[in-house]
């Protein structure tokens, strides 16, 4: 498991005036572990707290067979177990292909 | 006189018969790419990694074809365009192709995608310090393969022309300057080889060997026509080592004019 779990908050409209427990314009509308990513340019929401190894598993990709960088840096094989994506990360999932 | 199978190379340690790398793209299909690789007689081929999705099967069938043919991969960053990109690109490939080989190209230009000097240099010192066997792509630029050479790249591929152009060696007297000046490392002409005859060109001018994919893939019959770079190739090698003639600005006639009938003492 990863991290800390986030508080998502959303910014009440200034015309809104809901019977609130809140005082600040801020309301709390949640707490979640969810983020959303960018797997090879394709949005997914997934879980903060799960490591790379599961959602790779999740997503049907053989970590034995594909390489993965995520912000453009490289991520060893040896590192999923441990590592979580964060919010808005951007993940390549590169296999073997022909080249010249 | 050596003959072709005495006549090794070495590249990074590793010793080779073929003086041909080839690539594995733009066949028309799996099974052409396996007879035309083995027909080219080619030990080092080139691979790549790309996004896939998982219903791609990641790459499988493609990558277990390869394996089956039991070569030494060479693993590119083609389509980079950045020193970050190809950094990345490498590592994610020694990973999954198993390989510190690394065909290194960093694109300068779009149009022509000829290689950024200043790019491919800076990637390639990154790259050696991070343990990799650097084959940098690049152009036929004399200072530029000496400052790769420096930053200790122990090979260097200087194109012919653009790549998938298919125009030969598009300056002979570049690519033989940095023959002359850098004697030591092995050199390979990588794209812009078209016809066997730009193959034979390359190796007459004293290259180690050549790199190309297209010439062949995009041949009319491939396999036929990796079997003409494989002659093509040892033509060339053979003809490099026995010397060629000096050229003259003159004829001089090679029949003997001594004993020369119908001519009289006037």
């Given at each position: 498991?990863?991290?800390?779990?986030?508080?998502?908050?959303?910014?009440?409209?200034?015309?809104?005036?809901?019977?609130?427990?809140?005082?600040?314009?801020?309301?709390?509308?949640?707490?979640?572990?969810?983020?959303?990513?960018?797997?090879?340019?394709?949005?997914?929401?997934?879980?903060?707290?799960?490591?790379?190894?599961?959602?790779?598993?999740?997503?049907?990709?053989?970590?034995?067979?594909?390489?993965?960088?995520?912000?453009?840096d490289?991520?060893?094989?040896?590192?999923?177990?441990?590592y979580?994506?964060?919010?808005?990360?951007?993940?390549?999932?590169?296999?073997?292909?022909?080249?010249? | 006189?050596?003959?072709?199978?005495?006549?090794?190379?070495?590249?990074?340690?590793?010793?080779?018969?073929s003086?041909?790398?080839i690539?594995?793209?733009?066949y028309?299909?799996?099974?052409?790419?396996?007879?035309?690789?083995?027909?080219?007689?080619?030990?080092?081929?080139?691979?790549?990694?790309?996004?896939?999705?998982?219903?791609?099967?990641?790459?499988?069938?493609?990558?277990?074809?390869?394996k089956?043919?039991?070569?030494?991969?060479l693993?590119?960053?083609?389509?980079?365009?950045s020193?970050?990109?190809?950094?990345t690109?490498?590592?994610m490939?020694?990973?999954?192709?198993?390989?510190?080989?690394?065909?290194?190209?960093?694109?300068?230009?779009?149009?022509?995608?000829?290689?950024?000097p200043?790019?491919?240099?800076?990637?390639a010192?990154?790259?050696?310090?991070?343990?990799?066997?650097?084959?940098?792509?690049?152009?036929?630029?004399?200072?530029l393969?000496?400052?790769l050479?420096?930053?200790?790249?122990?090979?260097?591929?200087?194109?012919?022309?653009?790549?998938g152009?298919?125009?030969?060696?598009?300056?002979?007297?570049?690519?033989?300057t940095?023959?002359?000046?850098?004697?030591?490392?092995p050199?390979?002409?990588?794209?812009?080889?078209?016809?066997?005859?730009?193959?034979?060109?390359?190796?007459?001018?004293?290259y180690?060997?050549?790199l190309?994919?297209?010439?062949?893939?995009?041949a009319?019959?491939?396999?036929?026509?990796?079997?003409?770079?494989?002659?093509?190739?040892?033509?060339?090698?053979?003809?490099?080592?026995?010397?060629a003639?000096?050229?003259r600005?003159t004829?001089?006639?090679?029949?003997?004019?001594?004993?020369?009938?119908?001519?009289?003492q006037?």
């Amino acid at each position: 498991m990863c991290g800390d779990v986030r508080c998502y908050v959303r910014r009440q409209a200034p015309d809104i005036r809901l019977k609130s427990r809140f005082p600040s314009p801020i309301q709390i509308v949640g707490i979640s572990n969810m983020i959303t990513v960018s797997v090879n340019n394709e949005r997914k929401e997934c879980s903060h707290e799960q490591p790379l190894s599961l959602l790779l598993s999740q997503w049907n990709f053989d970590a034995e067979k594909v390489a993965i960088a995520v912000n453009e840096d490289f991520v060893p094989r040896s590192q999923y177990e441990h590592y979580c994506l964060e919010d808005g990360d951007k993940v390549d999932v590169l296999a073997p292909v022909q080249g010249g | 006189m050596t003959t072709s199978e005495s006549d090794k190379w070495t590249l990074y340690g590793q010793t080779f018969q073929s003086r041909l790398l080839i690539g594995s793209a733009l066949y028309p299909s799996p099974a052409i790419m396996r007879e035309a690789i083995t027909a080219s007689g080619a030990e080092i081929v080139t691979v790549s990694l790309r996004r896939q999705s998982p219903e791609q099967g990641g790459g499988e069938g493609f990558w277990r074809q390869l394996k089956e043919m039991n070569k030494t991969l060479l693993p590119n960053t083609a389509g980079c365009h950045s020193v970050k990109e190809a950094v990345t690109l490498a590592q994610m490939s020694r990973e999954l192709f198993e390989t510190d080989w690394l065909k290194l190209e960093v694109v300068g230009d779009d149009y022509n995608l000829q290689p950024d000097p200043f790019g491919t240099v800076e990637a390639a010192e990154k790259l050696v310090k991070l343990g990799f066997k650097v084959f940098p792509y690049c152009t036929d630029d004399l200072v530029l393969c000496q400052r790769l050479r420096d930053v200790g790249c122990q090979v260097l591929m200087p194109w012919g022309s653009p790549i998938g152009t298919g125009r030969g060696l598009m300056n002979p007297y570049n690519l033989q300057t940095i023959r002359e000046r850098i004697p030591e490392l092995p050199l390979i002409v990588d794209a812009g080889i078209g016809k066997p005859s730009h193959a034979v060109q390359a190796l007459e001018l004293g290259y180690d060997g050549i790199l190309l994919n297209t010439a062949i893939a995009q041949a009319g019959n491939p396999v036929v026509m990796a079997g003409a770079f494989r002659n093509a190739v040892n033509a060339g090698r053979q003809a490099a080592l026995a010397g060629a003639m000096p050229e003259r600005q003159t004829a001089s006639p090679s029949t003997p004019t001594l004993g020369m009938p119908f001519w009289h003492q006037q």
